[in-house]
């Protein structure tokens, strides 16, 4: 039976904070000893004024985003069971406000995790940021196709004091003081109420109730929200119930929407993966599917060393297998889609997927945040993600056990048959700033 739809039902949400508390006195008194204040306070060092320009910025930012996007979503999948949903944008931006506030040690950890070139500065770093933000609202105000936002805020109590320089460039929509020490549960209630707005309502609650305290000093935020429309749109009448093989040996029932029609395919043989662009409207923004071949008795063929299935896939993408997918590197073809409506909402703690990413060090008591107060004493304990996506026939809100694909095939079916009846990795790329907005892997319809 085919699936209910109401306008725009493609959306997919996520908001990532991380809370900050005074770190516990330390018993070496130097550890402790504020740093020398310049007579003009710099938030970076005077070397890093003059390393690489705005345009080399840009580019490096989106080099490091995409290569995060492949880190983070191979530790996720190698530890998470079931269904996965993550926001890689969501989680970078923040991560970058974490390096904006960030110096020494810190800093050089941070950058390394966000992926960012030696030779590129905080500071180019900082205006590149500043400039695909003005990139993101002009086309968020041209845009009548899609609806794409995201919003970093830094609240931070309001006893702790703000070095002018980073006040300068985060400005008044970015920072935000709040009184943690008299009133965490107001303020608690003032973040969940910044992120809901972002997020269209789809993301409440985010912290939870002992998310903040008294000994609360500052919380990174950031809240992205995506809702667009198929391309070309999956007619509901053709969604009815079908089987999808989770495993070889268990079986689950979803609602297959399909359609016929020409999109940009690839057979990746690196990847052991079958490759399919589903564009929204405006083309800005396309869900790229990565699809492991299927046969009778759940077999996956595989090329190259490539071990099969959706973890084979993923222990093989790179950066550079990334770029070659999203870079105008499929061709059109006509094809038969097939792909299920799902639902999938997730939350986490993620220090201990960043502490294994390498930057465990913002979480010691030994975190240097001096580019933000100018003082020692400030230390992340926590910082929660939560991603939400519904996809259904409009766009982004199984009978057949037999072969569906061979992985080879030097003269391939005309037209192509696409159909995901067993697990598949899907990401939602921004073409417009090269970066990957969010990423999952559907393993099973059941929750």
């Given at each position: 039976m085919a699936t209910s739809t109401q306008g725009w039902v493609a959306l997919a949400v996520a908001c990532l904070v991380s809370s900050a508390v005074?770190?516990?006195?330390?018993?070496?008194?130097?550890?402790?000893?504020?740093?020398?204040?310049?007579?003009?306070?710099?938030?970076?060092?005077?070397?890093?004024?003059?390393?690489?320009?705005?345009?080399?910025?840009?580019?490096?930012?989106?080099?490091?985003?995409?290569?995060?996007?492949?880190?983070?979503?191979?530790?996720?999948?190698?530890?998470?069971?079931?269904?996965?949903?993550?926001?890689?944008?969501?989680?970078?931006?923040?991560?970058?406000?974490?390096?904006?506030?960030?110096?020494?040690?810190?800093?050089?950890?941070?950058?390394?995790?966000?992926?960012?070139?030696?030779?590129?500065?905080?500071?180019?770093?900082?205006?590149?940021?500043?400039?695909?933000?003005?990139?993101?609202?002009?086309?968020?105000?041209?845009?009548?196709?899609?609806?794409?936002?995201?919003?970093?805020r830094l609240f931070i109590d309001q006893s702790q004091p703000v070095r002018e320089c980073l006040a300068g460039i985060l400005q008044d929509t970015e920072l935000q003081t709040m009184d943690f020490a008299h009133n965490p549960a107001q303020a608690r209630q003032t973040i969940n109420q910044w992120v809901e707005s972002v997020t269209k309502g789809q993301i409440r609650d985010l912290i939870p109730e002992d998310g903040v305290h008294e000994q609360t000093k500052l919380i990174l935020a950031n809240a992205a929200y995506f809702k667009g429309l198929w391309q070309s749109q999956f007619p509901a009448e053709n969604t009815h119930k079908e089987v999808f093989h989770i495993s070889s040996s268990e079986r689950g029932f979803v609602n297959m929407m399909k359609q016929k029609g020409s999109f940009n395919y690839k057979v990746s043989e690196p990847l052991g993966a079958h490759v399919l662009e589903l564009p929204y409207k405006g083309h800005d923004v396309s869900m790229y599917i990565l699809l492991p071949p299927f046969v009778k008795g759940m077999g996956v063929e595989g090329t190259g060393g490539v071990s099969g299935g959706v973890d084979g896939i993923i222990s093989a993408l790179t950066p550079e297998a990334l770029l070659d997918l999203v870079d105008d590197q499929l061709m059109a073809r006509q094809v038969e889609v097939a792909i299920p409506t799902f639902k999938v909402e997730q939350s986490a703690d993620l220090v201990g997927t960043l502490e294994a990413l390498g930057v465990g060090d913002l979480f010691k008591p030994s975190a240097n945040l001096t580019s933000l107060t100018g003082q020692p004493g400030i230390t992340f304990d926590r910082i929660m993600h939560k991603a939400k996506i519904e996809v259904d026939e409009q766009g982004t809100k199984a009978a057949g056990a037999t072969a569906l694909f061979a992985f080879r095939s030097s003269r391939p079916l005309t037209p192509i048959q696409f159909i995901c009846n067993h697990p598949f990795v899907y990401m939602l790329y921004d073409k417009g700033q090269k970066t990957v907005l969010f990423a999952g892997v559907y393993r099973t319809p059941k929750a």
């Open positions: 005074a770190a516990p006195q330390q018993p070496s008194a130097a550890a402790l000893t504020p740093p020398k204040e310049p007579a003009r306070p710099l938030c970076v060092e005077e070397a890093q004024l003059m390393q690489a320009s705005p345009v080399n910025a840009l580019q490096a930012l989106s080099d490091g985003q995409r290569a995060f996007s492949v880190s983070l979503l191979r530790h996720l999948a190698a530890t998470t069971e079931g269904n996965l949903f993550v926001s890689p944008h969501s989680i970078y931006q923040a991560l970058l406000l974490a390096y904006f506030t960030a110096a020494g040690h810190t800093e050089r950890a941070v950058k390394s995790v966000l992926q960012l070139p030696e030779d590129v500065g905080k500071v180019p770093i900082m205006h590149a940021y500043k400039f695909d933000e003005k990139m993101l609202e002009a086309r968020a105000a041209n845009s009548s196709s899609y609806e794409l936002r995201s919003a970093n």
